[in-house]
């Protein structure tokens, strides 16, 4: 829908913006009308005019690059005064990755969206439901003395979702669980006690934390995801391996969030029958 803003409205506007932007950066209208390339008597007259006077093209592009704002924003087309490479080197950014959750950055992104609902597409299991055992059995060969890293920002994730400030929706693929309760896999040599207690601790912690914290269990063969997560409509976050791709502009963020909620309506065990399930695979596991 196009929005329609009358001629002397958008004028003012612009000076309006003008005027912030050059005290932003601390300009002046000489200096500005230098670096423009414009008579300082024309920037002058175009401040205090209080009627419906637009400059033209040029003007509007040359105080845009000057000052450092897009000429969308000086005109009122936009609500960012970014350029254009600024609004993408924004939008979209690449971080680090670590092996397990131990990254700062991902607890800042947690309370960044702190309120706002919480998608998860764990690469595996999600780290803050894991025992303590697990997470040693699991990062003790990469991690060595980091593991206890490991563990703690574990809890700090589990104690935030304790605290009910987001909600909190994970999807994992059936298989992925399949494979643990029976340790085939990458889950290969895993003890059957540690299995046993993983299991009921998934359980309990679900029945505990439920409906905060839901889980979705969606069959791969017919659905696939990568590992993303979405915070809110802040941010989401694609693991790669080495590294996140991280996207905060608006269509990616709700395109990711789409693809996050179709794996929710295609699965196949629902939050309700989730304790059922978790008890199927102990008594599998024995």
């Not at 709700?254 to 179709?262: I, K, P």
């Amino acid at each position: 829908m196009v929005i329609k803003i009358d001629k002397r409205d958008r004028a003012q506007l612009f000076r309006d913006r003008l005027t912030a932007a050059m005290t932003l950066v601390g300009a002046t209208q000489s200096g500005l009308a230098r670096d423009a390339g414009v008579d300082r008597s024309t920037l002058s007259q175009l401040l205090k005019d209080r009627g419906a006077r637009l400059p033209n093209a040029q003007l509007v592009a040359e105080c845009a690059a000057v000052l450092g704002v897009s000429a969308d924003w000086l005109l009122g087309l936009s609500d960012r005064p970014e350029q254009a490479e600024a609004l993408v080197a924004t939008a979209i950014s690449m971080t680090e990755a670590p092996r397990a959750m131990v990254d700062d950055q991902i607890f800042a992104w947690h309370q960044e969206a702190a309120g706002y609902k919480i998608r998860h597409v764990p690469s595996g299991l999600p780290d803050m439901m894991k025992t303590s055992e697990m997470l040693r059995w699991e990062y003790a060969p990469s991690l060595g003395k980091t593991t206890d890293q490991a563990i703690g920002a574990s809890e700090d994730r589990l104690n935030w979702m304790r605290g009910a400030r987001s909600d909190y929706e994970i999807a994992l693929p059936l298989s992925e669980l399949s494979a643990f309760a029976r340790a085939e896999g990458y889950y290969s040599g895993l003890p059957t006690a540690l299995r046993r207690d993983q299991l009921r601790q998934f359980r309990d912690l679900h029945a505990q934390l439920y409906p905060s914290l839901r889980l979705h269990l969606y069959d791969q063969r017919q659905l696939y995801s990568a590992p993303v997560t979405v915070f809110g409509p802040l941010l989401a976050v694609i693991y790669i391996g080495r590294n996140y791709l991280v996207f905060r502009d608006t269509e990616r963020v709700d395109a990711v969030t789409q693809h996050f909620d179709s794996l929710v309506r295609a699965a196949t065990v629902s939050p309700r029958d989730m304790v059922d399930h978790f008890d199927q695979l102990i008594a599998q596991v024995g």
